[in-house]
């Protein structure tokens, strides 16, 4: 261990030529086949990765890759199927060796007043959005400790950070999954295993849409809720995702970074 005491020049580690690029990286990226999740997947292959996506319907998903040429590739699964996850997390590294991010990305919402929610509803959302995402962290992650090599990311909310109305199910499992990020972080940092989450603010995809949709003024409050006045775009999410998988975030672990046009500024 280097003490800073000494006087010695602290030791830089060897770096990369470019220290943002995933280049000769594996990445899962779970419901990669639209919206965040296929910005993460394009701009993860751009910065040179090889990208398995997951999603539940097989046409999306091949739409999906045939844009994204060679370096990218499909496997339907149904996250929320927990007996299907240690074999395609083995499926995936035999066919295309160890992996070495995760994003957990796939996610369902369901905006009704909290009243009217069903104790099914309740269980599906906290079944998809959360216990599916621990099933395949740890199998993940399971390999990634022994390798002592890789990087996991949540894709959270800001509903894990503020009241927002007529989201009770979607905001508790997102603020559990910030929560877990912790502990990971914690636990997996002596692996040289990384864990952080990204909070997207209000970022255009089909889930904003017809959450937007439902309801005419909110469009207007969301834009008064950010300072800089403007939806993202899938890629802002994207571009955050290459950083923090990237060897440029190798002293990043336990974090939600929020790319929300300034929603967490608070007002
Ligand atoms: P989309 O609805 O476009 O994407 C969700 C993806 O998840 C789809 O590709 C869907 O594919 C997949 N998915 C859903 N359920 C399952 C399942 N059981 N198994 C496998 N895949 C599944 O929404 P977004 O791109 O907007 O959302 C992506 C993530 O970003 C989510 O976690 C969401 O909570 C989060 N987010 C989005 C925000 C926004 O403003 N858009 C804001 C904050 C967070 P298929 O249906 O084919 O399975």
């Known amino acids: 261990h280097q003490s800073y005491s000494n006087g010695a020049a602290v030791a830089e580690h060897p770096q990369p030529a470019n220290v943002f690029s ?52 499909y496997i339907v699964n149904d996250i929320t199927d927990l007996a299907s996850i240690d074999g395609l997390v083995a499926q995936i590294e035999a066919t295309y060796g160890p992996l070495d991010i995760l994003v957990n990305n796939a996610g369902i919402n369901l905006k009704k007043p909290a009243l009217e929610v069903t104790d099914e509803e309740f269980s599906r959302i906290l079944h ?41 199910a979607y905001a508790a499992s997102k603020s559990a999954v910030e929560g877990m990020v912790k502990v990971l972080a914690s636990e997996f940092s002596c692996h040289n295993v990384r864990v952080n989450a990204i909070a997207p603010g209000f970022i255009e995809t089909e889930m904003s849409r017809k959450a937007m949709n ?47 046009g300034g929603n967490s500024i608070g007002f």
């Open 22 to 73: 995933l280049e000769g990286k594996l990445a899962l990226v779970t419901g990669g086949g639209t919206g965040i999740g296929l910005e993460i997947a394009r701009c993860m292959t751009a910065a040179g990765a090889t990208v398995v996506i997951t999603g539940r319907r097989e046409e999306v998903l091949r739409d999906a890759v045939e844009g994204m040429g060679e370096s990218a590739q």
């Open 128 to 168: 998809t959005n959360l216990h599916s995402v621990f099933a395949l962290t740890r199998a993940c992650a399971a390999r990634m400790v022994a390798r002592r090599k890789g990087t996991i990311l949540m894709i959270s909310s800001m509903a894990a950070y503020y009241g927002i109305d007529r989201v009770v």
């Open 214 to 260: 439902s309801d005419p003024d909110r469009r207007d409050r969301a834009m008064r809720r950010t300072p800089m006045g403007a939806f993202g775009k899938p890629s802002d999410i994207g571009h955050a995702a290459v950083f923090l998988a990237s060897e440029g975030a190798r002293y990043i672990t336990g974090v939600s970074l929020p790319v929300d």
